[in-house]
């Protein structure tokens, strides 16, 4: 019975601590010195998958962007952070920040 209740735990360890991983993504355009970014949100997709869709909904809306990224970070606070120094850093840049409302499908 510990044996299974063991292993029961340890299956269910990795998704509790993937349920605390947060992101949000980015996108820039250079050419037209603009960021876009999106909240931060429950990181529970792939990261190719969650940048391949802010990709597609960018495209779908016309707005043109040289890459996708889409950090990720132990907690929402941590991502509130890191998300709050990449607008400090563009906005210095001489950069406009879109900010986005986008959630991921999924």
Request: glycine letters at 6%.
């Amino acid at each position: 019975m510990r044996a299974l209740l063991a292993l029961g735990l340890m299956l269910l360890l990795p998704q509790l601590a993937h349920a605390e991983d947060w992101r949000y993504c980015l996108a820039p355009s250079h050419t037209q010195r603009k960021v876009f970014i999106s909240p931060p949100f429950p990181a529970t997709m792939s990261m190719d998958d969650v940048e391949s869709q802010f990709g597609r909904t960018l495209n779908r809306s016309g707005l043109h962007y040289d890459d996708v990224q889409c950090p990720r970070g132990d907690g929402e606070t941590a991502v509130l952070t890191m998300q709050q120094h990449a607008i400090t850093v563009n906005r210095e840049l001489g950069n406009e920040v879109i900010n986005l409302r986008w959630k991921p499908n999924g």
